[in-house]
């Protein structure tokens, strides 16, 4: 090998605008800047890798100082042109951000700002991987940046845009640089193809733009790498499979029709000759998952668009085509879901050979269990009442039986609906012999009078009027009046106040309408005692036993307060007035004040 030879994707980098791949939007902002006399101070390259960020800097570095520039066509044959197209180092200085980050590396390159440029008109600066500063050195730019001395460019390209500082962004001319199309890889190195005469088909050429996912560079690389094939015989899809380590397209049609199939012995068999003949568990399924994925483009998509999807030829998207009718578009996504998910697994296991086989297994047997039509089937079975007949076919079968459509219920045997009738009603019997449902208590029919009273509390809107009519006893609530009454002269004063009373009456009014009666009095031996549980409203006029007098006149008996207990000063209660929380509490418990 010749010590002189020259990497294809550096032989062939674009020395002009005109030759740059791609970027249409790009070039012409550049020419028009060019043309007008327009240079900023510094730009911003950023996009995908091999996508030409650090080409066009050295075409920008070269227009500007060029002897005959600024212009679109540097001549490539002044000193200056030389000086760019070699890297050598004089006026168009490039910096690997990568390796040069820290603060000191900036301060360097600020103290050689100063110096004019010697070949050309601009001292170039162009750093690559400019995200790859730290904040130090990106703060240490800034000033100059922004106002950098006379005739000093700087041109920033990076692949990750969103880790440089915003005030860096904002200093620079920001360009963003497209995936370039798979047609005009193509295109390019078809003619690099025929300059280096590599004998290379088209359907070959196809596979690597693909596989470079947009990057120029990427494609020209493996090109070179095949170039020694290209020698001997015609290069083929196969050998860049081969080169990039994938399976064939007809290696994994025999694979995904086993799948289809259902058979997973003969899958496993298959699976086995291609891990064998040096493909990994992780590769296979990532070429399996991609060959599925170009089925349900051949299943979705017009026929105009799967070759430009899939990158397929005619006979392949003809078989693919065939395979994509045995499946239900909601198959082909789950099993690439199913696939996703083994890939997932086999980066994370020790043994990734075994869960090779247990995917592929597993996937022979989920092509046949997810049809549409099957489980709509299991659907209608379980509505209609049939799934435990199909459930005892399960039981009874190893091996599962082909799913058949239920017929509607209108439409079975008069023997088989009266059968589950019959199981039905027999079922039911003995549900109810085993289980006897406890007596329920009798609900209140809303019209006893502690739901009336319950009613008439609710109905008060004032907080100390609730608080005193809590102690009342009902003694009637109805339409023929309403009687409250309660133990003490001084609560039944208090509640026969016109307030208060006002406000009771009005809640009497919202239950059982106007001109109702209400009566506040204090308790009677003869009233009967209302007991909150109680559902049914006493009888007025009932007769009484000796003994339940006697008890009541317990019960209702005043308590005797002897005047030195219970007497305020004189002056102390012409000071206050009680509020009838306090009476309620001194009444209630038998208090008084205590200086």
Same mark, same amino acid.
């Given at each position: 090998?010749?010590?002189?030879?020259?990497?294809?994707?550096?032989?062939?980098?674009?020395?002009?605008?005109?030759?740059?791949?791609?970027? *249409?939007?790009?070039?012409?902002?550049?020419?028009?800047?060019?043309?007008?006399?327009?240079?900023?101070?510094?730009?911003?390259?950023?996009?995908?890798?091999?996508?030409?960020?650090?080409?066009?800097?050295?075409?920008?570095?070269?227009?500007?100082?060029?002897? @005959?520039?600024?212009?679109?066509?540097?001549?490539?044959?002044?000193?200056?042109? +030389?000086?760019?197209?070699?890297?050598?180092?004089?006026?168009?200085?490039?910096?690997?951000?990568?390796?040069?980050?820290?603060?000191?590396?900036?301060?360097?390159?600020?103290?050689?700002?100063?110096?004019?440029?010697?070949?050309?008109?601009?001292?170039?600066?162009?750093?690559?991987?400019?995200? $790859?500063?730290?904040?130090?050195?990106?703060?240490?730019?800034?000033?100059?940046?922004?106002?950098?001395?006379?005739?000093?460019?700087?041109?920033?390209?990076?692949?990750?845009?969103?880790?440089?500082?915003?005030?860096?962004?904002?200093?620079?001319?920001?360009?963003?640089?497209?995936?370039?199309?798979?047609?005009?890889?193509?295109?390019?190195?078809?003619?690099?193809?025929?300059?280096?005469?590599? @004998?290379?088909?088209?359907?070959?050429?196809?596979?690597?733009?693909?596989?470079?996912?947009?990057?120029?560079?990427?494609?020209?690389?493996?090109?070179?790498?095949?170039?020694?094939?290209?020698?001997?015989?015609?290069?083929?899809?196969?050998?860049?499979?081969?080169?990039?380590?994938?399976?064939?397209?007809?290696?994994?049609?025999?694979?995904?029709?086993?799948?289809?199939?259902?058979?997973?012995?003969?899958?496993?068999?298959?699976?086995?000759?291609?891990?064998?003949?040096?493909? *990994?568990?992780?590769?296979?399924?990532?070429?399996?998952?991609?060959?599925?994925?170009?089925?349900?483009?051949? +299943?979705?998509?017009?026929?105009?668009?799967?070759?430009?999807?899939?990158?397929?030829?005619?006979?392949?998207?003809?078989?693919?085509?065939?395979?994509?009718?045995?499946?239900?578009?909601?198959?082909?996504?789950?099993?690439?879901?199913?696939?996703?998910?083994?890939? +997932?697994?086999?980066?994370?296991?020790?043994?990734?050979?075994?869960?090779?086989?247990?995917?592929?297994?597993?996937?022979?047997?989920?092509?046949?269990?997810?049809?549409?039509?099957?489980?709509?089937?299991?659907?209608?079975?379980?509505?209609?009442?049939?799934?435990?007949?199909?459930?005892?076919?399960?039981?009874?079968?190893?091996?599962?039986?082909?799913?058949?459509?239920?017929?509607?219920?209108?439409?079975?045997?008069?023997?088989?609906?009266?059968?589950?009738?019959?199981?039905?009603?027999?079922?039911?019997?003995?549900?109810?012999?085993?289980?006897?449902?406890?007596?329920?208590?009798?609900?209140?029919?809303? +019209?006893?009078?502690?739901? $009336?009273?319950?009613?008439?509390?609710?109905?008060?809107?004032?907080?100390?009027?609730?608080?005193?009519?809590?102690?009342?006893?009902?003694?009637?609530?109805?339409?023929?009046?309403?009687?409250?009454?309660?133990?003490?002269?001084?609560?039944?004063?208090? $509640?026969?106040?016109?307030?208060?009373?006002?406000?009771?009456?009005?809640?009497?009014?919202?239950?059982?309408?106007?001109?109702?009666?209400?009566?506040?009095?204090?308790?009677?031996?003869?009233?009967?005692?209302?007991?909150?549980?109680?559902?049914?409203?006493?009888?007025?006029?009932?007769?009484?036993?000796?003994?339940?007098? @006697?008890?009541?006149?317990?019960?209702?008996?005043?308590?005797?307060?002897?005047?030195?207990?219970?007497?305020?000063?004189?002056?102390?209660?012409?000071?206050?007035?009680?509020?009838?929380?306090?009476?309620?509490?001194?009444?209630?418990?038998?208090?008084?004040?205590?200086?």
């Amino acid at each position: 090998m010749s010590g002189n030879y020259i990497p294809l994707y550096r032989k062939y980098r674009p020395q002009t605008l005109d030759t740059l791949v791609g970027q *249409e939007h790009i070039k012409k902002t550049l020419t028009s800047a060019i043309e007008l006399g327009k240079i900023s101070h510094a730009y911003l390259f950023t996009g995908p890798r091999g996508t030409g960020k650090t080409s066009t800097a050295r075409i920008l570095a070269k227009s500007l100082n060029c002897k @005959n520039g600024p212009t679109i066509h540097p001549c490539g044959e002044c000193e200056s042109c +030389k000086d760019i197209t070699n890297s050598i180092p004089i006026d168009v200085i490039e910096i690997d951000a990568a390796s040069n980050r820290k603060v000191e590396d900036a301060q360097n390159i600020l103290e050689k700002v100063q110096y004019v440029p010697v070949n050309g008109k601009y001292k170039i600066y162009i750093i690559d991987e400019v995200h $790859m500063l730290t904040n130090h050195a990106f703060n240490a730019l800034l000033k100059t940046l922004e106002e950098p001395p006379e005739n000093v460019i700087f041109i920033l390209a990076t692949t990750e845009v969103h880790k440089v500082l915003d005030t860096i962004k904002s200093r620079c001319q920001r360009f963003d640089f497209r995936r370039i199309t798979t047609d005009d890889i193509v295109k390019h190195l078809r003619w690099i193809s025929e300059q280096e005469k590599i @004998n290379i088909t088209d359907d070959a050429l196809f596979a690597i733009a693909k596989n470079a996912a947009g990057g120029m560079r990427d494609s020209i690389s493996l090109l070179d790498q095949l170039s020694i094939l290209g020698i001997t015989k015609e290069i083929t899809v196969d050998d860049v499979n081969s080169i990039l380590g994938r399976i064939s397209f007809d290696v994994l049609n025999k694979l995904t029709e086993q799948i289809i199939s259902s058979t997973p012995s003969n899958a496993i068999e298959l699976i086995n000759e291609i891990y064998n003949s040096g493909n *990994e568990p992780l590769q296979i399924l990532t070429n399996l998952n991609e060959y599925f994925k170009n089925l349900l483009v051949a +299943k979705t998509c017009s026929k105009e668009l799967i070759p430009e999807l899939t990158g397929l030829n005619e006979p392949q998207i003809k078989d693919i085509s065939v395979q994509a009718q045995k499946l239900e578009t909601q198959q082909i996504v789950f099993l690439i879901e199913r696939i996703s998910y083994y890939i +997932k697994e086999v980066k994370q296991a020790s043994n990734q050979h075994l869960w090779l086989e247990v995917g592929i297994i597993d996937l022979a047997n989920m092509a046949e269990n997810s049809t549409l039509l099957d489980l709509q089937n299991r659907v209608r079975a379980l509505e209609s009442g049939s799934s435990a007949i199909t459930a005892a076919q399960g039981a009874n079968n190893v091996t599962r039986p082909a799913p058949i459509a239920p017929k509607p219920i209108e439409n079975q045997s008069e023997d088989i609906q009266k059968k589950n009738l019959t199981e039905s009603v027999t079922k039911k019997e003995e549900i109810e012999e085993e289980f006897t449902p406890p007596p329920m208590s009798k609900k209140s029919d809303g +019209k006893d009078i502690q739901s $009336m009273w319950e009613a008439l509390l609710a109905n008060i809107s004032s907080p100390s009027t609730l608080g005193l009519l809590k102690l009342a006893t009902p003694i009637q609530i109805s339409s023929d009046g309403v009687i409250l009454t309660f133990k003490s002269e001084k609560w039944v004063s208090s $509640m026969n106040e016109d307030s208060k009373k006002q406000i009771i009456q009005n809640a009497v009014n919202s239950i059982l309408g106007d001109n109702v009666s209400l009566t506040i009095r204090l308790a009677a031996a003869s009233d009967a005692k209302i007991s909150p549980q109680s559902n049914e409203a006493p009888k007025l006029g009932k007769k009484v036993t000796k003994e339940q007098k @006697n008890n009541e006149e317990k019960t209702y008996e005043a308590p005797v307060n002897t005047t030195a207990e219970t007497k305020i000063d004189s002056n102390k209660k012409s000071e206050r007035t009680e509020t009838d929380q306090e009476k309620m509490i001194i009444d209630l418990f038998d208090g008084k004040y205590v200086e």
